[in-house]
């Protein structure tokens, strides 16, 4: 009997809700929560659902402006079902309900990597959640920043300001604080302030138990500047007395040696390296269009696309702060490509996952290095970072 997809109603998410509980051997809080919000899609095979998962349309910040994206998010088959590839089918169900209601971008956390590898999906950059003596961030720092606790529509402004000045965050949608307190009860947001000035530092933390007592859990970590990441560490450090260790969460803190630089005794207790978060690119030309570029970037590259169905040849246009990517080649046809890159490739360069010119060659990009300088410098400016975990 073949299987139907569509678009969950009441019952049958409520069905799907019952599978995910079996099939991920534990309770999937979200799939209640982010319901009300998200497209709902299932598997159904006579009269039974058999599979399913939701999408999140989210934009994300590429280039400082926000791309319309999808976030896939409790997806899974029922034990029974797998083995037939009704994952691969489902998920490009999902996408298609969801490009049509504008996505030119979708991302997914999964430990299946390799799976959505072959499905067109990258991992821009590697995910890490880093444990600290509580010691160790007892800091000097500026002795006029004000501390106010409670989170309010002014710091979610700030986010969104501090959030454009990555690749991949989201622009948080208006029901975020509250799913957020949803799934962490004791949630406590600080702002962080010059005297008379609006806040410029936004840090998020809750108290978990663990075996040797209890530590922070950092969840949100945004700095303006150099002095606000300082006052907010020093902040933390200040509970050495009655707790022993604080918790990064794989999302809470911005990538690069923020931490490392100025960390002070011990050190880092433990660093742990998570599955990243996977970026597909659903429309090239849209993605592009809509994306951020430097203003002084003014270059045409000509661009091999490798797909599973053939390889197709694009002009990179950028002039002004704005780009274009047209079907075509700007020289004959039989000139090779400046570049060549596959959609997993694709994904990795518009976050700015690729650093260096050295870092893409051996990525698998083929172009020589005076051609992969000028394609790196259209993303670079942006580091990839995602701060949600869906």
């Not at 979200?30 to 899609?41: F, M, Q, S, T, V």
């Not at 075996?211 to 922070?216: A, F, I, N, V």
């Not at 698998?364 to 580091?383: F, I, Q």
């Amino acid at each position: 009997m073949d299987v139907e997809f569509t678009e969950a109603d009441d019952g049958q998410w409520e069905e799907y809700d019952a599978l995910a509980r079996r099939a991920y051997g534990q309770p999937v809080p979200d799939i209640a929560r982010l319901g009300p919000h998200a497209d709902r899609r299932v598997a159904v095979r006579g009269g039974r659902v058999v599979a399913g998962g939701m999408g999140l349309l989210v934009p994300q910040w590429f280039g400082g402006r926000p791309v319309p994206a999808a976030s896939m998010g409790c997806g899974c088959v029922a034990p029974e079902e797998r083995g037939d590839r009704l994952a691969a089918r489902l998920l490009q169900e999902r996408l298609r309900a969801l490009q049509d209601q504008g996505a030119v971008l979708a991302t997914l956390w999964t430990s299946s990597n390799g799976y959505v590898r072959r499905l067109g999906w990258e991992a821009p950059a590697r995910v890490f959640s880093w444990t600290v003596p509580t010691v160790a961030l007892k800091q000097a720092a500026p002795d006029s920043m004000e501390i106010t606790h409670g989170d309010t529509a002014q710091l979610a402004l700030l986010r969104d300001l501090l959030a454009a000045r990555w690749n991949g965050t989201w622009q948080r949608p208006a029901w975020w604080g509250t799913w957020q307190q949803d799934q962490h009860p004791d949630l406590a947001t600080y702002a962080f302030a010059e005297p008379g000035r609006e806040p410029s530092g936004v840090l998020s933390v809750a108290t978990e138990r663990t075996p040797g007592g209890r530590q922070l859990v950092v969840h949100d970590f945004w700095a303006a500047e150099a002095r606000d990441a300082d006052a907010m560490l020093a902040f933390l450090g200040r509970h050495h007395g009655r707790i022993p260790t604080v918790l990064f969460e794989r999302t809470g803190l911005p990538p690069g040696p923020l931490l490392q630089q100025r960390l002070t005794g011990a050190g880092i207790q433990a660093a742990r390296s998570w599955h990243p978060w996977m970026l597909r690119v659903l429309d090239p030309a849209r993605a592009i269009e809509l994306r951020g570029w430097p203003e002084h970037l003014d270059d045409e590259i000509v661009l091999d696309l490798a797909t599973p169905d053939g390889t197709s040849r694009h002009t990179l246009s950028i002039a002004g702060g704005r780009a274009q990517l047209t079907p075509g080649g700007a020289r004959s046809s039989v000139d090779a490509a400046d570049v060549t890159l596959t959609a997993g490739q694709f994904a990795v360069w518009y976050a700015g996952g690729y650093r260096s010119p050295a870092a893409a060659a051996l990525a698998g990009l083929h172009g020589d290095s005076t051609a992969l300088t000028r394609l790196l410098a259209a993303t670079v400016d942006r580091e990839p970072w995602l701060a949600d975990y869906f």
